[in-house]
């Protein structure tokens, strides 16, 4: 790519490893990203050809920096690492196991540029307005995940996403503009885009708190609540990424083990107290002490159930018009 190409955005992704997933992200990436894009590869020390992949890919419209690293790194430290050498206005923090529908990134630049947040995310499995079409879809992807469709790990996962939605662009298009205009307080953990600016008052990600995203939200929004930033984190419904969760998940003893020269990890609860999580954190529904109500364990059995009825349903419109549209409501 010519030098001189200003990037809008700097796109951080750790790995190790996997490159059957780290190919269906790339070709994704590249082909769905509307603003010139620079991706920041941490390669930490993959022990098959996924460094080479990334340093072999040129563009017109994107360049790729691979850091290659000679142990495996932990998330923050490795997303550190990234932050450190980004200077596009915009960066973001990415998964390597997600897909991207068409256009995902408009909405979420758009929106830190016009000052509507400074950190944005796009609707995906884990978080939607609807609470009746999250739960569909999260089910019907969770039988798809338990299911093996091939015995090549590529053509595997590829068939997944060919299930799951028939054709994630006609899929993305309608549920983008189901949701245009829709926003919420919030943060996916595996794709969001962070101004520069807020970048400057947050510095580093906290090395040890492997929920990362966890950790930058609540920090924002204490922040927030003090008076010292003025905008939280928000999900937006005109974008829409497919995260494959767990999709990939190696046996254990097979991964490499993760050297880290910190304070050890800790979990969320170490760091942030009963009060500051229920105060700070959006989704009733993942704070400490919340419990299902009765009528609550029925609908999502029902919705489980509608799920797994049109797990054979290959077609992205059927399953956004007709199987959905039936019982959602926004």
Not at 88 to 102: C, E, K, M, Y
Not at 261 to 273: G, L, Q, V
């Amino acid at each position: 790519m010519n030098i001189h190409t200003p990037f809008v955005l700097d796109l951080v992704v750790p790995i190790h490893g996997n490159l059957p997933l780290n190919k269906i992200f790339f070709e994704s990436l590249k082909e769905n990203t509307f603003h010139p894009f620079r991706l920041i590869v941490i390669d930490n020390h993959s022990p098959d050809a996924s460094g080479e992949f990334f340093q072999s890919q040129k563009g017109k419209d994107f360049d790729v920096l691979v850091i290659k690293n000679s142990k495996n790194q932990c998330y923050p430290v490795s997303m550190n690492q990234g932050l450190k050498v980004s200077t596009a206005p915009i960066v973001g923090l990415l998964n390597n196991d997600i897909v991207f529908s068409p256009g995902w990134d408009s909405p979420l630049v758009d929106a830190i540029q016009r000052g509507v947040t400074d950190c944005a995310s796009p609707i995906g499995l884990e978080h939607l307005p609807d609470a009746n079409l999250e739960e569909f879809l999260f089910s019907r992807w969770r039988i798809i995940l338990k299911r093996q469709y091939s015995s090549e790990e590529e053509e595997n996962l590829r068939t997944k996403i060919n299930v799951m939605y028939g054709s994630l662009p006609i899929f993305g298009k309608w549920i983008q503009e189901r949701f245009k205009g829709v926003k919420f307080p919030g943060i996916m953990g595996h794709c969001h885009l962070i101004s520069r600016h807020l970048l400057e008052w947050i510095g580093e990600l906290d090395v040890r708190m492997e929920g990362a995203d966890w950790d930058l939200y609540l920090r924002i929004a204490k922040m927030v609540k003090e008076g010292k930033l003025e905008k939280l984190p928000m999900i937006l419904g005109d974008s829409y990424v497919h995260h494959f969760i767990r999709a990939t998940k190696r046996k254990k003893g097979f991964r490499e083990p993760r050297i880290c020269n910190h304070p050890p990890h800790i979990n969320i609860e170490e760091k942030w107290s009963l009060f500051e999580i229920s105060e700070y954190w959006p989704f009733p529904n993942q704070r400490p002490g919340f419990k299902k109500t009765f009528s609550e364990r029925i609908r999502k059995i029902l919705l489980k159930l509608k799920a797994r009825m049109t797990i054979s349903k290959r077609d992205g419109i059927y399953l956004a018009e007709r199987v959905i549209g039936k019982f959602s409501k926004t």
